[in-house]
Every structure is written in C-alpha cells, then in structure tokens.
C-alpha cells in the first residue's frame, strides 16, 4: 500500500511539474519540505534525548549508590541529586541524542520510500540534509553554551550534595543473626527482631567507645532502639539483662584484672550518632578544573603555567645544588695571582686504598646514603612536578572539551543522517545497534585520549582531537557514499564478497514457470550442450587438476585465456534458455548443473603488482595458492557434473522426442 501511494506521489510530482530534475524547485514547495523534515526529526530528538539522558543518569547514578542507599535521605535531598545531575549530563547525552534520531529519521524515509521520492524529484541527499544541518549547529551552539555557563556551576553544587551525603552517617538497620558494626564504638548483635513494633530480642552489645581494653558488655533479653528528634543522638533502651566490664588499673604486673559485673532491669545508653542530612562547605571543589567555564579556564592555565615554571626552575636549582654541593675553592681572580709550580693535586684513589677497612666502610656508606637522600628528593620533586602538570593538563583538557562535545553534535549528524539513508531501517532495532556502536568507539578513542593527554604522555590538543580526528572522515565517506546512492551496506554485497574469498557455493534454483512466452529451440540447445560437453572433456583431461597448482598459473595467468570461464559462460546461457521448458524432467536437471567459479583457480587479486606484493607477504600469498588448490579440485568436480548432466539432458531430450 505504501509503495503504490509513493508512486502515485511522484506520478502527480512530475505531472504536475512541481518539482523539476533541474533543481529549479520553487520556494513554496522547499519550504514545506524544510518543515516536514525538521518536524520530524526534532519528534524524535526530543524522545531519544530523554532517554539518553535517563541511561547517563542511571550509569552516574550507579557510581554513587552505595552512597546514597541506607542513609535515610529525603525526598528533597534525592530530587536535587537527580536534577543537578541531568544538569551536568546534558552535554554528553545531546550528541548520542542527535546520531539516534538522524539514524531513525531517514531509515523511516528510507522504509517508508519517502527518500525515494525525494531523490526521484531531482533531490540529493545533501539538499535533504540541509535543514536539519542547520538545526544540528544551534544545538551545537546550545551544547556549548549549556557546557560553559550552566553545566560548571551545576557540577559544583551536585559535587557539594554528594559530598554531604557521604558525610551523612547511615540510617540504622540491624540485621538479624549477625554483628552490626555502622555505629561507631559499638557492634550490635539481634539473634530476633520485631518488624511492626521494633521490638529487639536476645541483644549483646560490645561497648568499645573508651578502647579496646576497656571493653563492656552488655546483654540483655528484648531492647529497643529509638532517635532523638533532632536525629543527634540515638537512644538503646535496654530489659532485663547483665553488664560486664573491665576495672582499670595502673599495675601492669598483676596477671589477675578485676571486672564489675551488674545485672539491671532496664538500662538506657545515650550515643552520639548525627543521622541527619547536613550541607557540608565543599567551597573547595571550586578550585576544580570541571568547575570553570572557558574564560576562568584560560586565567587558571596562564595560572599554572607560571607558577609551575617558578616551581621548576626552583626545584631545579635545589636538585642541582644537592647533586653536586661542591663550589670551586678559588674564583677566577684569584687565580691570576696563584703561583702555579706551588699547585699540587691529590690521587683520591690511593688515599682510600691506603685507608682501613673500618674507614672505607664508613665512608662508602656515607656516601650511599647521600645518594639515596638525593634520589628520595629527585623522587619527591619529580611526583609534584608531574601532579602539576597533569592538574594544568586537566584544565587544557577541560577548555578544549566544552568546543569538542559542541561539535560533536554536528559531527554525530553526519555519521547517523547518511547511515540511516544507507540502511533504510526505522525504529530502535537497527538506529539502536548502530548508535551504541558508534558512541562505544567515540567514548574509547575519547577516553584513551583524555588519558595519554593527562599524563603528558601526548600533546593536549592531540588527546583532546583524537576522537573527532577519527569520526569526522567517517562522517564524511558515509555522506558522500549515501549521496551516491553506494551499497556500502548492503548486506547482499557482503555477503557476495564472503562467498567468493571463501568459496561458498551457490545453489540453483530452477523452477517450472506457469507462463512460458517462447519455447527453447531444443535442436540448437542439444548441439550446445554436445559442446560443452566436449569442452568440459577436454578440461578436465588436459588441464591436471588433480595436480598442486604452480606459482606462475596462480599469480600469473592472464583472465582471458581461462577456458574454464568461458565454459561457465556457455553453461549459463543454455541453462536460462531451458529453463523455459515445460519437461518436468529437464527442469529437474538443470538444477543438477553446478555454480561454476572458473577464475577461482587464479588469484582473486586482478591487478599485477597486486599479486606480487601478495608473494612478498608470505602468509597472504599461502591463503590464495591455498584458495586456488581447493577451487581446483571444485573445478575438476563441477566438470564431471557438467559432464554427467549434459548426457543426461541430452538423453531426456532423445527420449521425450524433443529433437
């Protein structure tokens, strides 16, 4: 149905003469199309990018979950943690939102053959793209103001809630059966409790707030364990139970220690436990590099660019002062006046070989101590320098980001708008695999290069490019290949291109037809296939397939004077003609001709220096004379099927009295 009201849409396009092949389109018409096709990529944008924004948040929200569960948070404190971090993720969900949606918009043209008919109207794929290429840059101006202004302070007060949450003490939940240990100074065992009533049975509690050695004990029947309302402190009432503890005393000597032992009916014990949520100052994290937008950035860099210039050459001068300490004994004036025949000079090595064994241990040990002080020191000073460094790399790598994930908004247009065309699947099936693969790519050439950029392993603005380096040409050949009309994704290809390296057989499928305009000429198809059936004689006798195949006949032969080939020709032509037969019987046996892959037995590679460079590569070389040996024993086979069908036909023919 969709198919015959596209045709009948571009009947009525070229009848009309709206849209012409010239490309003289009239305003009007351009714009509606501008405006269906931005309507219908934005519906979609804005679903795919609350989900992408819904998945980040999820994987952030993974990170911090062992922080946030048990402490008893409120509703307030958890919708600040959710909103500023949707805030801050905005920048890293935009562009996977942007590949997701172009993906499915035109694998829905694509599918619904609304590009088809665009294209038929004389439009390209880039005109198409035009309108939403321009919507794809104010996002990408909107990513980069969000990544400067907004995002920067939003990470700060996200930082600063997550901060007080780990700060927060934990929400008090005593399992049944084991220790609890949360409290400080305190391990808390419940062999039973009552959910509903709160109620605790067969309670002991090891006090062990005034240390180790000076351990209580405590148990006691049933107890309950209640909060103040301030939540500062938490009170354990305690039933019928004993306390046991140590006495101190100053007399280490004694191997008896006395203890106290006392048995109560009800016991209160007050602890200081703060349960409740606190905003702590976490002013700090404004000195972070994540936190500044591109102008305190710049002013943090030219920062730290002198102030680890000074440190250096500071460093510098201390290392080279402790690494050799000694100063000459004269200066150059007081060398003018020194008599040089009264000079004299000392042979170090004969002193310490004159000296004792005592005096040359002492010594060498002193002196492999100065060594080790001073590499201690080379040690401590190199470990600031590089936290310097990769601290001023930090920011580096912080400015260049927010143009980065800007343009990676236009760059992910460009990779999912020409794939989309290309595979011509809507929906979240194929859109979906597509979009992880290529997010999954781009977050590990970004990742690796953040990281080599940060140890100062690469130049900064080559650790921060890598990425887009590599999409960007993606995003480019994918363009101009789906504006072709390229089957760089067609799956037939592929799969063409399998068969053939691997020496895939292909199966013949030839049916009777219900319809048959012209009936073969069964006299003139008989002398062909006598033939072909001499020519695959001939072949197979005269051409030693049986035999390993030689370096010159693989890599060397020329395609022309493939007889084999121009037999599989033949063989083709008579099949097509035959199969027009209303015998039953010859139809069945067409089927029992082979798929011929005659040029098999020679090197796939067509061009010359091709086949030599193969030579040269040892192990590529030995998989084609492996392929061509394998496709010679194919060859011999097929030929002796040729051979046997082509008897057969031409009996069936003898008999139904065809001839």
Same mark, same amino acid.
């Given at each position: 149905?969709?198919?015959?009201?596209?045709?009948?849409?571009?009947?009525?396009?070229?009848?009309?003469?709206?849209?012409?092949?010239?490309?003289?389109?009239?305003?009007?018409?351009?714009?509606?199309?501008?405006?269906?096709?931005?309507?219908?990529?934005?519906?979609?944008?804005?679903?795919?990018?609350?989900?992408?924004?819904?998945?980040?948040?999820?994987?952030?929200?993974?990170?911090?979950?062992?922080?946030?569960?048990?402490?008893?948070?409120?509703?307030?404190?958890?919708?600040?943690?959710?909103?500023?971090?949707?805030?801050?993720?905005?920048?890293?969900?935009?562009?996977?939102?942007?590949?997701?949606?172009?993906?499915?918009?035109?694998?829905?043209?694509?599918?619904?053959?609304?590009?088809?008919?665009?294209?038929?109207?004389?439009?390209?794929?880039?005109?198409?793209?035009?309108?939403?290429?321009?919507?794809?840059?104010?996002?990408?101006?909107?990513?980069?103001?969000?990544?400067?202004?907004?995002?920067?302070?939003?990470?700060?007060?996200?930082?600063?809630?997550?901060?007080?949450?780990?700060?927060?003490?934990?929400?008090?939940?005593?399992?049944?059966?084991?220790?609890?240990?949360?409290?400080?100074?305190?391990?808390?065992?419940?062999?039973?409790?009552?959910?509903?009533?709160?109620?605790?049975?067969?309670?002991?509690?090891?006090?062990?707030?005034?240390?180790?050695?000076?351990?209580?004990?405590?148990?006691?029947?049933?107890?309950?364990?209640?909060?103040?309302?301030?939540?500062?402190?938490?009170?354990?009432?305690?039933?019928?139970?004993?306390?046991?503890?140590?006495?101190?005393?100053?007399?280490?000597?004694?191997?008896?220690?006395?203890?106290?032992?006392?048995?109560?009916?009800?016991?209160?014990?007050?602890?200081?436990?703060?349960?409740?949520?606190?905003?702590?100052?976490?002013?700090?994290?404004?000195?972070?590099?994540? /936190?500044?937008?591109?102008?305190?950035? /710049?002013?943090?860099?030219?920062?730290?660019?002198?102030?680890?210039?000074?440190?250096?050459?500071?460093?510098?001068?201390?290392?080279?002062?402790?690494?050799?300490?000694?100063?000459?004994?004269?200066?150059?004036?007081?060398?003018?006046?020194?008599?040089?025949?009264?000079?004299?000079?000392?042979?170090?090595?004969?002193?310490?070989?004159?000296?004792?064994?005592?005096?040359?241990?002492?010594?060498?040990?002193?002196?492999?101590?100065?060594?080790?002080?001073?590499?201690?020191?080379?040690?401590?000073?190199?470990?600031?320098?590089?936290?310097?460094?990769?601290?001023?790399?930090?920011?580096?790598?912080?400015?260049?980001?927010?143009?980065?994930?800007?343009?990676?908004?236009?760059?992910?247009?460009?990779?999912?708008?020409?794939?989309?065309?290309?595979?011509?699947?809507?929906?979240?099936?194929?859109?979906?695999?597509?979009?992880?693969?290529?997010?999954?790519?781009?977050?590990?050439?970004?990742?690796?290069?953040?990281?080599?950029?940060?140890?100062?392993?690469?130049?900064?603005?080559?650790?921060?490019?890598?990425?887009?380096?590599?999409?960007?040409?993606?995003?480019?050949?994918?363009?101009?290949?789906?504006?072709?009309?390229?089957?760089?994704?067609?799956?037939?290809?592929?799969?063409?291109?399998?068969?053939?390296?691997?020496?895939?057989?292909?199966?013949?499928?030839?049916?009777?037809?219900?319809?048959?305009?012209?009936?073969?000429?069964?006299?003139?198809?008989?002398?062909?296939?006598?033939?072909?059936?001499?020519?695959?004689?001939?072949?197979?006798?005269?051409?030693?397939?049986?035999?390993?195949?030689?370096?010159?006949?693989?890599?060397?032969?020329?395609?022309?004077?493939?007889?084999?080939?121009?037999?599989?020709?033949?063989?083709?032509?008579?099949?097509?003609?035959?199969?027009?037969?209303?015998?039953?019987?010859?139809?069945?046996?067409?089927?029992?001709?082979?798929?011929?892959?005659?040029?098999?037995?020679? /090197?796939?590679?067509?061009?010359?220096?091709?086949?030599?460079?193969?030579?040269?590569?040892?192990?590529?070389?030995?998989?084609?004379?492996?392929?061509?040996?394998?496709?010679?024993?194919?060859?011999?086979?097929?030929?002796?099927?040729?051979?046997?069908?082509?008897?057969?036909?031409?009996?069936?023919?003898?008999?139904?009295?065809?001839?």
């Amino acid at each position: 149905m969709k198919s015959w009201t596209t045709f009948v849409a571009i009947k009525l396009i070229f009848n009309k003469k709206v849209l012409k092949v010239s490309m003289r389109i009239p305003d009007f018409n351009i714009k509606k199309l501008d405006i269906f096709i931005i309507k219908s990529f934005t519906q979609l944008l804005l679903g795919t990018f609350f989900i992408c924004l819904f998945i980040f948040i999820m994987q952030f929200l993974w990170r911090w979950v062992d922080e946030l569960v048990g402490k008893g948070l409120d509703f307030e404190v958890l919708a600040q943690f959710f909103y500023l971090s949707s805030l801050m993720l905005v920048g890293q969900a935009l562009p996977l939102a942007i590949l997701l949606a172009a993906l499915m918009t035109f694998g829905n043209f694509g599918e619904r053959l609304e590009l088809l008919a665009m294209k038929a109207a004389g439009i390209p794929l880039v005109r198409i793209m035009v309108p939403l290429v321009f919507e794809c840059i104010i996002l990408a101006g909107f990513s980069f103001y969000f990544q400067n202004n907004i995002a920067p302070k939003a990470q700060v007060k996200l930082y600063t809630v997550l901060y007080s949450i780990k700060q927060t003490s934990p929400e008090v939940e005593i399992p049944e059966g084991a220790f609890y240990d949360q409290i400080e100074g305190y391990n808390l065992f419940v062999k039973k409790k009552n959910k509903e009533t709160g109620m605790l049975y067969n309670v002991m509690i090891y006090d062990l707030s005034a240390g180790f050695e000076n351990t209580r004990i405590l148990i006691a029947d049933s107890g309950r364990i209640d909060t103040t309302d301030d939540h500062k402190y938490m009170m354990i009432t305690l039933m019928s139970g004993e306390l046991f503890e140590n006495l101190k005393t100053e007399d280490i000597r004694r191997q008896n220690h006395p203890y106290r032992r006392e048995t109560y009916t009800k016991k209160v014990i007050a602890v200081d436990f703060d349960g409740g949520f606190n905003m702590q100052d976490a002013s700090f994290l404004n000195s972070q590099a994540a /936190s500044k937008n591109m102008g305190q950035l /710049s002013h943090s860099i030219d920062s730290l660019v002198q102030y680890n210039d000074s440190v250096g050459r500071s460093n510098w001068k201390a290392v080279m002062k402790s690494a050799y300490p000694l100063k000459p004994v004269f200066t150059k004036e007081d060398s003018m006046h020194i008599d040089k025949d009264k000079l004299y000079t000392i042979n170090i090595d004969s002193i310490f070989k004159s000296a004792s064994k005592s005096d040359k241990q002492r010594w060498i040990k002193s002196e492999l101590n100065k060594v080790q002080q001073i590499k201690t020191d080379f040690e401590i000073k190199k470990n600031i320098m590089r936290s310097l460094d990769k601290d001023l790399n930090n920011h580096k790598l912080m400015w260049w980001d927010k143009i980065i994930l800007a343009l990676a908004c236009i760059i992910f247009f460009f990779i999912g708008a020409p794939m989309g065309a290309i595979v011509r699947k809507g929906g979240l099936g194929y859109p979906v695999l597509i979009s992880v693969a290529t997010f999954v790519l781009y977050y590990v050439f970004n990742t690796s290069g953040y990281k080599m950029a940060r140890e100062g392993e690469w130049y900064v603005w080559v650790g921060s490019w890598l990425s887009t380096m590599i999409l960007a040409p993606i995003g480019i050949v994918l363009t101009l290949q789906s504006n072709r009309d390229s089957t760089i994704m067609n799956t037939d290809a592929y799969k063409a291109f399998f068969r053939k390296l691997f020496g895939i057989r292909e199966e013949r499928h030839v049916t009777l037809k219900e319809v048959v305009i012209d009936d073969p000429d069964y006299r003139k198809d008989a002398d062909i296939l006598d033939n072909i059936l001499d020519k695959a004689v001939k072949i197979k006798d005269n051409s030693n397939l049986k035999h390993c195949p030689t370096i010159k006949s693989v890599f060397f032969s020329k395609y022309n004077e493939n007889r084999a080939k121009e037999l599989s020709e033949q063989l083709e032509s008579v099949v097509e003609e035959l199969g027009n037969s209303r015998n039953k019987k010859i139809i069945g046996s067409l089927n029992a001709f082979p798929i011929m892959a005659a040029d098999g037995i020679y /090197s796939p590679l067509k061009k010359h220096w091709l086949n030599i460079l193969s030579l040269i590569l040892f192990p590529v070389g030995i998989m084609i004379y492996l392929r061509s040996w394998i496709y010679r024993f194919r060859l011999l086979k097929d030929l002796i099927k040729v051979e046997r069908t082509s008897r057969l036909i031409l009996e069936i023919m003898i008999k139904e009295n065809l001839l």
